[in-house]
């Protein structure tokens, strides 16, 4: 399966890194979003991704030129979609809006449309039957930071035709991602699965007061040659989230250690505004955090 045309359906946070990723690859893509307003706010955060590309990627003008005459923008749902090959799914994390965004969609799409949900959480069954092409749909999960951090996740569900997921896998490293195929769904995929246990045990070291941030943190870098530890990770995911997911998990199972971890962000963090490297502190002080100096490990 050939794919040329590509919608973006969601231009917030990943959405619109999607869509400029898959424009400097070279593809043509059609922006979308739920009025003329947002889309203009993803035009114009554009602008500032394009330095980011010309630091991190060392991306020439006329490629960026280049990948601004790639895109197009619309809050028409049909005719976003009119001669999409692939349509990206970016909507809120919300299975309502999903499900009535996936109904929509199937019913002006094109029949050789793949529709992929880039959902960090959702499993895709959840969602194949509104789709009208359970056939036709997978997961394809990208990071935050999409042209630095290039992971893309490719997740079917039961239904999935292989050659639908083997395009998949082919486009992602097309657009300069390094393609990771899952042989099953899995909540959270390979990332999430690997980070929230980690993340999750240094916040309990913490909480139960076995050691300070920089003693786990040092431990972890020193022990396994990773770049930074859990608590600089967490800064770079950010405060509120961690809080969310840990709050989600201890409605759930009623763990009172988990709860001890709720309170323990809210007070410290979420409540004094420190939400981590995006309100520049966390854990750490930004943008010249402690375990980045040289005697950091010592
Ligand atoms: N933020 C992250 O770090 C991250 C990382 C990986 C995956 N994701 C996933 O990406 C998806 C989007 O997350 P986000 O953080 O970009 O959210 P966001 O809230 O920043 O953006 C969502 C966008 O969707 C638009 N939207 C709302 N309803 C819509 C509809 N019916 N049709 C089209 N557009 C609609 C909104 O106007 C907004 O521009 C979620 O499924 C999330 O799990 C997020």
Avoid: C
């Avoid at 969601?10 to 990723?21: D, E, P």
């Avoid at 199937?106 to 194949?128: C, D, E, H, R, Y």
Wanted: glycine letters at 6%; aromatic letters at 10%; hydrophobic letters at 40%.
């Amino acid at each position: 399966m050939n794919i040329k045309n590509v919608t973006i359906a969601g231009s917030g946070v990943l959405g619109y890194q999607i869509a400029f990723q898959t424009a400097f690859h070279g593809f043509n893509v059609t922006v979308y979003d739920i009025n003329d307003e947002v889309l203009e706010k993803a035009k114009s955060r554009f602008n500032t991704l394009s330095e980011a590309y010309k630091t991190d990627l060392n991306a020439t003008q006329e490629q960026l030129d280049q990948t601004f005459k790639n895109l197009s923008y619309t809050s028409d749902l049909k005719e976003a979609v009119k001669d999409a090959d692939l349509v990206i799914e970016s909507v809120p994390e919300n299975p309502s809006i999903k499900i009535d965004f996936y109904k929509k969609l199937a019913a002006v799409a094109p029949q050789k449309t793949i529709f992929a949900s880039n959902s960090s959480t959702m499993l895709p069954s959840k969602f194949a039957e509104s789709t009208g092409r359970p056939t036709k749909f997978a997961a394809l999960h990208f990071a935050n930071e999409i042209w630095k951090h290039n992971t893309a996740e490719i997740m079917g569900h039961p239904g999935t035709d292989p050659e639908v997921f083997d395009t998949l896998v082919a486009f992602a490293k097309s657009i300069g991602m390094v393609a990771l195929p899952l042989q099953k769904e899995q909540p959270g995929y390979i990332v999430n699965s690997l980070l929230v246990p980690l993340l999750g045990a240094a916040l309990d070291l913490l909480v139960r007061g076995v050691a300070d941030v920089q003693t786990i943190d040092k431990t972890w870098m020193v022990a396994t040659g990773a770049p930074t530890g859990p608590f600089a990770i967490l800064d770079v995911v950010g405060i509120t989230t961690a809080y969310n997911i840990n709050k989600m998990e201890a409605e759930k199972t009623g763990d009172s250690g988990k709860q001890q971890v709720v309170n323990y962000l809210k007070e410290n963090f979420i409540d004094k505004g420190k939400l981590g490297v995006a309100s520049g502190e966390g854990f750490y002080t930004y943008p010249n955090p402690s375990f980045k100096k040289a005697d950091f490990l010592k």
